[in-house]
């Protein structure tokens, strides 16, 4: 039982750096406070992000890995669009609370910059990376053009006014994590294989010594 159990900690431990290890890493251009005026202060607040980042910013991955994307809310008068190179999601108009349920699909992407996170207008007009209309969300402590932000999730907004942006990004919010690797999930499964199985073999021999 003992050795078992070990043998599980050796297998999940060894699974929890490897996904731990994969962040998206943010190139910090300039940077904001999220203002009254965005729908959705408190939600960004309650999770730790006070400012965002927008003109000048980069995003890379550390790691080849597989990211998640999902829709969290929009305030809204025109049907904005999110792509990246395999996927495209079109909210509709108007405001939609927020909420973390609506997963918009999953993608693999090689280590190194992103350069394909698209928001975009009804009139086909697309804002990137690094755009004044593309906010990626920020923690407390940053100043603008100074350092990196380095997370396993990133909250991305869009304020679709082009070139007179109202300064709130909060006409389309979209939630970007990093899927942990299969690989780790299967060590997982077999560390707590290796635990149930010698559970049973102790049950069976206390039955054949009792």
């Known amino acids: 039982m003992i050795r078992a159990m070990f043998l599980a900690a050796v297998l999940m431990?060894?699974?929890?750096?490897?996904?731990?290890?994969?962040?998206l890493d943010v190139k910090i251009g300039t940077v904001s406070p999220i203002p009254a005026i965005n729908d959705f202060k408190g939600n960004l607040n309650g999770i730790g992000l006070v400012d965002w980042t927008d003109v000048g910013a980069a995003v890379s991955l550390s790691n080849a890995s597989r990211l998640k994307f999902e829709f969290l809310a929009r305030e809204a008068s025109f049907n904005n669009s999110?792509?990246?190179?395999?996927?495209t999601f079109t909210s509709t108009s108007g405001n939609a609370a927020?909420?973390?349920?609506?997963?918009?699909?999953?993608q693999s992407y090689a280590a190194g910059a992103i350069t394909d996170w698209l928001f975009q207008r009804p009139d086909a007009t697309s804002y990137g990376v690094g755009t004044q209309q593309f906010g990626i969300f920020l923690p407390k402590g940053f100043t603008s053009n100074t350092g990196t932000y380095s997370s396993r999730v990133l909250y991305l907004g869009f304020d679709d006014t082009g070139a007179g942006p109202?300064?709130?990004?909060?006409?389309l919010l979209i939630r970007v994590s990093v899927v942990p690797e299969p690989s780790a999930w299967a060590m997982l499964i077999a560390g707590f294989g290796l635990v149930g199985l010698a559970a049973r073999r102790r049950a069976g021999f206390q039955q054949h010594s009792a």
């Open 166 to 171: 109202d300064d709130n990004h909060d006409d």
């Open 98 to 106: 927020w909420s973390a349920d609506q997963l918009i699909g999953t």
């Open 13 to 23: 431990g060894g699974a929890a750096p490897a996904a731990a290890a994969t962040t």
């Open 82 to 87: 999110f792509k990246t190179s395999s996927l």
